[in-house]
């Protein structure tokens, strides 16, 4: 998903997840120097973990 996706999905702002992937919750992958996509599956397992209070 793009991060426009994930922002909607995780109902959060822009810089709450760009805080999210530089803190290393949120995985990436780059496919260029301008495009990043964050894999479904995993930033949700991240994001389920963070909300029941547990490191992701």
């Known amino acids: 998903m793009t991060k426009q996706e994930a922002m909607r999905h995780f109902n959060i702002g822009k810089y709450h997840l760009e805080y999210l992937i530089q803190d290393g919750v949120i995985p ?6 301008r495009t990043v996509r964050i894999p479904v ?9 963070l909300a029941e209070g547990g490191d992701a």
């Open 28 to 33: 990436t992958i780059n496919l260029g120097y």
């Open 41 to 49: 599956k995993k930033a949700t397992e991240s994001m389920l973990a």
